[in-house]
Every structure is written in C-alpha cells, then in structure tokens.
C-alpha cells in the first residue's frame, strides 16, 4: 500500500458532532465517490474516545482498500496498527516516529517552507498550506507561489491542504501536486459522493497535476 501510494483526493476527518453512524456515512459516500485515502484528526476526543472511533473508520478504509492514516496521535496509530500517522512540525519529531512505527508505515509531514524541506527525510509524503483561510486550519498562508517551489524541488509527494474546493482547484493548475486534501468541501457537503466525485474529477481533468 505503501509503495503504491494514491493521493490524488486526500479527505481529513473529523466527525465533529456528528453520530459514529452519520460519521461514518460520509466515509464511505466520500470513498464510493473517488477519496483515496483518509486521515483521522480528532482533537477534543480523548484517547479512549478516540480508539474506538478509529477502530470503526479503519474497518471502512479495510473494506475500501485504502490507507487509513492518523494524525500526530502516534500511540493511537500504534495501538490500532493503523497504515499510519500525519504530523506537524511540532509533533513528536519524524525520525523518532519513523523508528517506533517501522519503515512499512506511512508518514506525512506538514509543512509549509522551503527551509523545511531539509527536514523532510523518513517522510513519505507532504500536506502543504494553509492555501486558504479555514475554520480547521489555524496555521499560517502560504502562497502559490511557494507551494509550486516546494513542489518542484521536493524528493516526494506533495499534497495541498486548505480551503481547497473544485473552484479552487483552477487556481492550482500548473503546480505538480500529488493530490489535494479537502475536511469541509466534503465533510460539509449535502452530498458527500457528489462533492468527492467532482473534485477527483476536476484534479483528474488538469494534465499539469501528477
């Protein structure tokens, strides 16, 4: 899974105040219309809380046959044998964390300059923004301009995250990303099948993106 490692539509879930059920509907309408991977970002669960929840996502990234992803919470992603984690820049260091999940492992680092990319070794992929403003994404901006300079000179797959939707998705022709990382464009949509099968669609559609 690893070794072959589809990016293209990245989905970052929370289930906020949903129900498990509600939850996991989402899920699995957004995997039936084109999410390549999930991550699981929980961070006003505690860890018990959080457990159960990801037992119940990994089951559906299982049946799907995609990578189910957690992020910072390493113990977490030990304890559920997850296919990995997704870390910030002041999350436990990746080299540590490479070392305790083992090289079969995916890891993802946030990042958002280029003087990080120096610090990007045992990575296997990165997540890049904040592209736009948005309610789950705190950190600072970055530009386009920066994000395509990352993009060119990085060893491995860069991801954008951050207000991304398919209007979006436009301003991003010519950069070589590996995908795009979407929570609300999908998560808040009235129809999460739809909104995940557009925006596959309209990444798919721009030549420019690999």
């Known amino acids: 899974m690893k070794n072959n490692l589809d990016l293209k539509l990245y989905l970052v879930a929370n289930r906020g105040k949903r129900s498990d059920e509600t939850f996991l509907n989402i899920l699995e309408d957004a995997v039936k219309g084109g999410v390549d ?33 957690i992020n910072d919470r390493i113990d977490i992603a030990l304890a ?42 045992s990575a296997d992929y990165l997540g890049c923004g904040a592209i736009k403003a948005t309610p789950t994404k ?30 979006m998705i436009s301003e991003l022709k010519g950069i070589d990303l590996a995908g795009i990382a979407v929570v609300r464009a999908i998560m808040d949509a009235n129809d999460p099948y739809l909104s995940a099968k557009k925006l596959k669609e309209a ?8």
Do not use: M, W
């Open 138 to 167: 705190e950190s600072s901006l970055i530009s386009l301009e920066i994000l395509k300079q990352i993009c060119k000179k990085s060893s491995i797959p860069v991801v954008a995250i951050g207000g991304i939707d398919q209007e």
């Open 37 to 69: 991977i999930i991550q699981l970002r929980e961070k006003e669960l505690n860890s018990r809380e959080f457990y159960e929840l990801g037992k119940k996502v990994q089951k559906l990234c299982r049946i799907y046959k995609i990578p189910f992803l």
């Open 80 to 121: 559920l044998n997850a296919d990995g984690v997704h870390l910030g820049q002041e999350d436990l260091d990746i080299k540590i964390a490479r070392d305790l999940l083992g090289e079969e492992k995916i890891i993802g680092l946030s990042l958002k300059t280029l003087k990080q990319l120096d610090f990007i070794k």
């Open 203 to 210: 990444f798919c559609a721009n030549l420019s993106f690999k």
